[in-house]
Structures are given as structure tokens and as C-alpha cells.
């Protein structure tokens, strides 16, 4: 029976992988696999349907995250819905066996970390979204809002921020240009994006230790 089980979910899992490489290759979209996988996004129908979900391959254009998000297809441009209320968020589960998991272990556990800094628009408390690219290859997401560290979705990068960590995962350091306003999603005033190989280099960190020492404590 045991057997069985695995067997199955062997399948399912090449299955997926199937219909993640239809979506790149349909949408022409660069790295939309890798987010796609990384962001552990999966057919709306396989999270919400599975009693009827079907291993014949098709074209899906609604794919959904661990957190309540959807990524949507129009023609061959994929959009996010963050908080989408459309869904039942009962029938959504964490797979993530990490997820939960100290900022400072986490860091330990990744190969890069992208990162958007600045304030909050209303207040002056700073506003910190870093990005890991896991040794297990997904992405974790953790954003500080009024001092509190919170685990998010990385679909909060945006497209544009997302394409830019897997273009560039294996610099040591780089500074990134400001997304365009309708790329992003958090109400923070930005300040600095950049990226950087893990652990942290020696430019990242001098940068942080001028301008963020707080985050300069927590990855050096």
C-alpha cells in the first residue's frame, strides 16, 4: 500500500512538471518555470478539485500558492491576485517543511537573498522585504512591518523582482533598479534593491553596515 502511495505521487509530481513546462513554453515568459516551481504554485483544479483532477495534459491558466495567491494567464501574460477571495483557503495546505522556520536559520539554509528596503509610507519604521533562494531551490519570503518579522509569499517580489533573482542568483553583489509602481504590490516607500550570494559577501555587507546596520546584525 505504502508503495502504492509514492508510486502515485510520483506521477502526480512528473505530471506537474509537465504542465509547469507547457505554461513557460506557451506563455514565452523567461524563468516562469523556475517561479512557478520555486513559489510552489500548482493548478487551481489540483488544490481545490483533486477528487477531479485529471493527469491528461492541458494548458492551466490559473495557478494558486500556499498563501492565497493566484497567478493568473490572460493570452500569454501572466498576472498576480494577491489575497485572492475567489478562493476556498480551507482546501489550502503548506507543504513547505520549512516554512516557519528563523530568519537567521534560513539564511544558513539559502544560496542568495534579494532584498528591498525602505520605510513605511505612513510611518518611519523601516520596511525590509529579503527574498531566499533555498539550497532546495523554492523561495521563502519574509518581510518586516512595524519591527515584526512575518513569513510571505515571494510572489510579493512581483514578476519583474522574481525574473531578476533568477537572472542574476549566482552574483556576489548587485544593486537593481526600483520596480515600477503597478510591479509593486507592499505599501512601502523603497529605498535600495539589491541581491547577493549567501553567506553574504563582502560588498553586501558593507553596504548594509553603512545604511541598514540592523540587517548588517542579522546576515553577517
Not at 544560496?111 to 528591498?116: D, K, N, P, S, W
Request: net charge positive.
Amino acid at each position: 500500500m505504502i508503495r502504492a502511495r509514492i508510486h502515485n505521487m510520483e506521477l502526480v509530481h512528473q505530471q506537474l512538471a509537465s504542465h509547469v513546462k507547457l505554461m513557460e513554453s506557451y506563455s514565452e515568459v523567461p524563468h516562469l518555470e523556475q517561479i512557478i516551481k520555486s513559489c510552489r504554485l500548482k493548478p487551481k483544479d489540483f488544490i481545490l478539485d483533486h477528487k477531479h483532477w485529471k493527469m491528461k495534459l492541458v494548458l492551466h491558466r490559473w495557478w494558486i500558492d500556499e498563501f492565497g495567491n493566484s497567478l493568473v494567464l490572460k493570452k500569454k501574460t501572466p498576472s498576480i491576485i494577491y489575497y485572492d477571495l475567489r478562493l476556498d483557503w480551507s482546501k489550502i495546505i503548506t507543504t513547505d517543511l520549512y516554512y516557519g522556520v528563523e530568519l537567521r536559520k534560513m539564511i544558513k539554509m539559502s544560496t542568495a537573498v534579494h532584498l528591498t528596503l525602505g520605510n513605511e509610507q505612513d510611518l518611519s519604521h523601516p520596511c525590509y522585504l529579503l527574498t531566499f533562494l533555498g539550497i532546495d531551490r523554492f523561495l521563502r519570503s519574509y518581510l518586516c512591518w512595524d519591527g515584526v518579522w512575518q513569513q510571505i509569499s515571494p510572489l510579493y517580489l512581483g514578476l519583474k523582482g522574481l525574473q531578476q533573482l533568477f537572472d542574476h542568483s549566482s552574483r556576489q553583489f548587485l544593486r537593481l533598479p526600483m520596480p515600477l509602481k503597478k510591479d509593486w504590490i507592499l505599501p512601502c516607500a523603497m529605498e535600495e534593491r539589491c541581491l547577493g550570494c549567501l553567506p553574504a559577501g563582502d560588498d553586501l555587507l558593507a553596504m548594509l553596515k553603512e545604511q541598514y546596520p540592523d540587517l548588517w546584525e542579522i546576515l553577517h
